[in-house]
């Protein structure tokens, strides 16, 4: 069985900011995002090394290597912000699927599976949704300071969602020699879509929202937009990246009948994949639903701009307040 990603994606500044300090990473077999911060550039900077030395560092594409290349990520950022006085402090967060393999295809076989599973990594709190037969699931654990106070019974959810220090994350790549990662797999489902986003989106659209959007509008270009759009309407107070990404299941025979050129051995391997890598998306129409365009929006790799503060909250927690 081949599987793959159709993946939309679309990153903007938002309503209010004037820099953008999200990344993002798409192909057909890896999807990521990073929402970095620090210092005067560092934002930019951390978010865009986390999705480069993931994409490089995640071969062979196996689990173990998913989570080593998030590893590698917070290594290089700490490596270039030690030799850049304009880059200390500079951190990100990190939330990445992939396909990967199954470690024995003969089974997943045997048990009505595919050949593959899905790996997902996540460091701090841009998360990843699933949306199966209308209902919306949260899939990560954000690491921030408001949920670590929901767990422990201190707030609700309802208060956590407006709480004026939501922002604080409680880990991130670039801030500590070792990285505490949440990684698990999924069996791949045909007709499953999943989100994976910044906060600068679930901060201003609930989950019914996003629910409708995602289910309403079939094309996951059209629907990353949408979800931008929303954001930016009800205030657009930070960057917004959002990737929506539908999972496609296939037996190779059908693959290759609908593509004669198409080598399913590529769903292996990342570095032959076709790949999209961004931020800064400064599209002003995304601002605007009544003007928003069609299709994804088209995103320079090299104009992914710097990001806001990162600094201790508290002697005894690590926390970091982003910008």
């Keep these: 069985m081949s599987v793959r990603f159709a993946v939309g994606a679309v990153s903007d500044v938002g309503v209010l900011r004037d820099l953008n300090q999200d990344s993002f990473l798409a192909s057909g077999v890896l999807a990521a995002v990073a929402d970095g911060m620090g210092g005067h550039r560092g934002g930019e900077v951390a978010s865009q090394i986390a999705v480069e030395t993931l994409m490089v560092s995640f071969a062979p594409p196996t689990f173990e290597k998913l989570i080593g290349a998030v590893k590698a990520a917070n290594a290089e950022i700490i490596a270039q912000a030690a030799v850049d006085p304009e880059l200390h402090g500079m951190g990100t967060t990190l939330c990445a699927m992939a396909v990967i393999p199954a470690s024995d295809p003969a ?85 499953t879509r999943f989100l994976l986003c910044s906060d600068g989106l679930f901060n201003e659209v609930d989950d019914a929202a996003i629910a409708t959007i995602l289910g309403s509008v079939t094309n996951p270009d059209e629907a990353a937009q949408a979800l931008v759009v929303a954001a930016n309407g009800n205030g657009g107070r930070d960057n917004i990246t959002t990737l929506v990404v539908d999972v496609q299941v296939a037996a190779v025979e059908e693959e290759q009948t609908s593509n004669d050129t198409t080598d399913p051995t590529i769903d292996d391997d990342p570095s032959v994949s076709s790949v999209t890598m961004g931020g800064a998306a400064a599209d002003p129409s995304l601002r605007n639903p009544t003007t928003a365009p069609n299709g994804a929006a088209q995103v320079d790799p090299t104009s992914v701009a710097p990001a806001g503060s990162l600094s201790p909250e508290a002697p005894k927690r690590r926390w970091w307040r982003r910008g």
């Design 107 to 191: 089974a997943a076989r045997a048990a009505g599976g595919t050949d593959h599973v899905l790996g997902v990594v996540n460091v701090g709190d841009s998360r990843m949704y699933r949306l199966h037969n209308g209902k919306l699931e949260q899939l990560t654990e954000d690491h921030s300071l408001v949920e670590s106070m929901v767990r422990e019974g201190r707030l609700t959810r309802e208060e956590a969602d407006v709480h004026p220090q939501r922002n604080i994350v409680t880990r991130a790549l670039g801030v500590a020699d070792l990285v505490d990662v949440d990684a698990f797999t999924l069996a791949p489902e045909a007709n």
